[in-house]
């Protein structure tokens, strides 16, 4: 399987045996409907979360097995998914990619879990503006329009 989209390899050390790699779409935050703000965030980060057959737990558990790290970064204009293999496990790695682009599990559990974690947070940054504009991208969409 190859990483779909613009999906490339950054790095490959040969003294070390770790690729990274970084796949964008694009999508953003400033294309979250109106009333559904934080939208393109809360799916990003659900991407994580389980996809095919690995909940969230399998599919956390399958990447350390692999010795890999994945993120998202979610940004006004474009989602970055990105992380580091093995190349001797290169392939699973891009398995776990493509399955988590291609067949997310969204489970409701996940989803509420995740609400709960970024309304905590954004409790925490609430009192620092640099901090909150940061955290919301959307803050600055209603400027743009």
Excluded: C, W
Aim: glycine residues 10%; hydrophobic residues 45%.
């Amino acid at each position: 399987m190859k990483l779909p989209l613009r999906a490339r390899v950054l790095i490959e050390e040969h003294a070390l045996p770790i690729g990274v790699y970084q796949t964008t779409l694009p999508v953003g935050a400033l294309l979250d409907p109106p009333g559904k703000e934080g939208l393109a965030y809360m799916t990003g980060k659900m991407l994580l979360k389980g996809a095919g057959e690995h909940d969230q737990a399998a599919f956390a558990d399958a990447l350390d097995y692999l010795g890999s790290s994945l993120g998202v970064a979610i940004g006004r204009d474009m989602t970055t998914i990105g992380g580091d293999a093995l190349t001797a496990k290169a392939g699973a790695f891009e398995e776990l990619v493509v399955a988590a682009l291609q067949s997310p599990r969204f489970e409701q559990a996940e989803l509420d879990k995740l609400a709960r974690q970024t309304v905590a947070e954004l409790a925490q940054v609430r009192d620092n503006d640099g901090a909150l504009a940061q955290r919301l991208p959307t803050l600055q969409k209603g400027v743009n329009r």
